[in-house]
């Protein structure tokens, strides 16, 4: 992706990347540069992820949003390095200025929990079956700091403090914990080494709506005491908008949307985004009332990706062009980018109110 437009519209982000740029010239939190992830290679080759630019700031908070099989997954793990042998990346990850993809085994093994951690979806599969939980929590710190084991223990136990868990509870095994109280333990766990950014992986997808959204609450009290920036990532892009500060919306591997969360859900510029925000209902919006619209046909398959722009075969307002010309992102109003080359034709819409962002699992 580079910062060059197809129609020569200014720029406002000339590095291609995401927000702002620190005043004191310091490198940011994390900047994602270029990332392309391939799985495989040949004729089956999945190129998954293509040519993401991505930046976070210490206390930011970023969400990405796209349909199953867009590549958020792929991303998310890819910021630490931890996809299977067959998957081939290229680009720059920069976590502090200091790029992962080039960085040596040992100083990997610091950076994973400590520079920075992943809380994965579904607790259940992700935490060890036949450990207290306590120990599984302690482990990481451990490994990552001269503590003893009764030290790290005792901190395993404040950890959960943290988290709204009495520290008791670090007896348990994850089968005696409600999946709630298991997705606390995951976010204790992310916590266990101080890491300067988390990214959360679907964390609410397999809780009840009174559950997800303690836990979003959770999540966005902790970047905020702590001042760690945070990568959410999610199908909804209605928790996305209600929990983050930007959103970036993908498309068959690539960001195809990006700005502020509440405009990118309120008033998407790019077609895609439009869509994905309009599959979820919005209270206080007299939309709401209605069904919310399911998104026409599927994703493409990534090993067989239509020309132009990938989203043309399910794009409503597509123009003949779309079949042929790939589009970059492009300036699509203050502090936003879409990657549409109809973006300039329609002005952006007035800033929501808080009643239009709400979102639906409130
Ligand atoms: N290990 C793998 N080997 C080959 N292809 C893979 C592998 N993992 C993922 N893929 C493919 O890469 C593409 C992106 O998958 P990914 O899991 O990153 O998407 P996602 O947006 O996170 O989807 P979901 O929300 O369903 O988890 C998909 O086409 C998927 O089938």
């Given at each position: 992706m580079t910062a060059t437009t197809t129609t020569g519209t200014p720029d406002p982000h000339p590095s291609g990347a995401l927000g702002a740029t620190r005043p004191t010239g310091e490198p940011p939190l994390l900047e994602v540069r270029d990332l392309t992830v391939t799985y495989?290679?040949?004729?089956?080759?999945?190129?998954?992820?293509?040519?993401v630019d991505l930046r976070v700031e210490a206390g930011q908070k970023l969400g990405i949003a796209g349909e199953s099989g867009c590549g958020k997954s792929t991303l998310a793990l890819a910021l630490l390095r931890l996809?299977?042998?067959?998957a081939k990346l290229s680009g720059e990850i920069l976590l502090d200025g200091e790029d992962v993809l080039t960085m040596k085994w040992g100083r990997l093994r610091a950076v994973r929990w400590a520079g920075a951690s992943i809380v994965f979806q579904g607790a259940m599969h992700s935490l060890?079956?036949?450990?207290?939980v306590g120990d599984q929590i302690a482990e990481p710190i451990l490994l990552h700091s001269r503590a003893t084991p009764a030290a790290a223990r005792r901190r395993a136990g404040e950890l959960l403090e943290q988290v709204?868990?009495?520290?008791?509870?670090?007896?348990?095994?994850?089968?005696?914990?409600s999946g709630g109280q298991r997705q606390r333990v995951m976010i204790a766990m992310a916590l266990a080494c101080d890491p300067r950014l988390i990214v959360a992986d679907e964390?609410?997808?397999?809780?009840d709506v009174m559950i997800q959204a303690q836990i979003l609450r959770l999540i966005e009290q902790l970047v905020a005491d702590q001042n760690v920036g945070l990568i959410m990532i999610s199908h909804d892009l209605a928790v996305l908008a209600d929990t983050c500060d930007r959103l970036a919306v993908m498309y068959a591997g690539r960001v195809v949307e990006e700005g502020p969360a509440r405009r990118v859900y309120a008033d998407a510029r790019h077609p895609y985004g439009r869509a994905l925000s309009a599959a979820f209902p919005r209270i206080?919006?007299?939309?709401?009332?209605h069904a919310p619209r399911g998104l026409p046909g599927d994703p493409p398959d990534p090993a067989a990706l239509p020309g132009g722009c990938t989203f043309h075969p399910r794009c409503?307002?597509?123009?003949?062009?779309c079949a042929t010309e790939d589009q970059e992102l492009r300036?699509?109003?203050?502090?936003r980018r879409a990657a549409?080359?109809?973006?300039?034709?329609a002005p952006e819409g007035p800033a929501p109110s808080r009643a239009d962002d709400t979102r639906s699992t409130a």
């Open positions: 495989g290679g040949g004729a089956g080759a999945v190129p998954a992820v293509r040519g996809l299977p042998a067959t060890n079956a036949v450990h207290r709204g868990l009495p520290a008791a509870r670090a007896q348990a095994y994850p089968h005696e914990l964390p609410t997808t397999a809780l206080g919006d007299p939309a709401s009332r409503p307002v597509a123009l003949d062009r300036a699509a109003g203050p502090e549409c080359v109809r973006v300039d034709e």
